[in-house]
């Protein structure tokens, strides 16, 4: 079945660098995406979201892109920070019940 | 406000024993979620409610029974429990209807072995 998906597994970034995490999605009915950020032994934390109306969305230090001709989202930290170690996944709403399929993660290691 | 919080944060259990999780949420969300999260994987639905009362199934739903009695609760049921259900559990809700937002927020998780 259609499915959402990372590119990465690991991105190895240095304190203070711009970090860019890649999701690709299949679904071209999804209408609502989703990044969350989980650290160890804690539940996904809500970074960002977008609609697919609309193509960039901005928040404090992160920025997500939604290019719907090659069906890729990204999410973009600036001056990455240690505290933004963590797991990152991207999810779609799947339809009724505001359902998400998430994608399998990429483990964000940022190196002082 | 606590948001989301999941009843027990461990558990170990032998096989063919039952437990039922607990997941309640202080935001009155009309939508509760079941996750379960294998290591290395993202999560993947177990069950859903779009309110109270209605239960619906999700991607992995064998093995699970749920509940939603009352709006804030979500119960998460495993009758015979078997090693392939170890995992980490983790409950979320959505949907406040007087702001419209429908991001999910999630609980810190339930993590259950099965021997």
């Known amino acids: 079945g259609e499915s959402v998906g990372l590119h990465l597994p690991t991105l190895s970034v240095q304190e203070g660098d711009n970090s860019i995490i890649n999701c690709a999605y299949s679904n071209s009915a999804s209408d609502y995406f989703i990044w969350y950020k989980q650290e160890s032994g804690k539940g996904p934390q809500f970074i960002i979201d977008?609609?697919?109306?609309?193509d960039k969305r901005q928040g404090q230090r992160v920025t997500v892109l939604l290019n719907k001709t090659v069906k890729h989202l990204s999410l973009q930290i600036a001056a990455t920070q240690p505290g933004d170690s963590a797991v990152y996944f991207c999810?779609?709403?799947?339809?009724?019940?505001?359902?998400?399929?998430f994608g399998g993660g990429t483990r964000l290691m940022v190196k002082p | 406000n606590a948001g989301v919080t999941q009843t027990p944060k461990f558990r170990v259990l032998k096989t063919g024993q039952s437990m039922t999780l607990l997941c309640a949420q202080d935001?009155?969300?009309?939508?509760m979620y079941w996750y379960r999260q294998d290591p290395g994987m993202g999560l993947r639905l177990i069950h859903y409610?779009?309110?109270?009362?209605?239960?619906a199934k999700g991607e992995v739903p064998d093995g699970y029974n749920v509940s939603r009695l009352k709006k804030q609760n979500f119960l998460l049921g495993l009758e015979s429990a078997a090693p392939s259900q170890t995992s980490v559990y983790f409950c979320?809700?959505?949907?406040?209807?007087?702001?419209?937002?429908?991001?999910?927020?999630f609980g810190p998780g339930t993590r259950l072995t099965v021997l």
């Open positions: 935001m009155n969300h009309e939508y």
């Open positions: 999810a779609e709403n799947i339809g009724a019940g505001n359902m998400l399929t």
């Open positions: 977008i609609r697919s109306n609309m």
């Open positions: 409610s779009v309110g109270e009362g209605t239960t």
């Open positions: 979320a809700s959505s949907l406040d209807e007087t702001s419209g937002s429908d991001t999910q927020y």
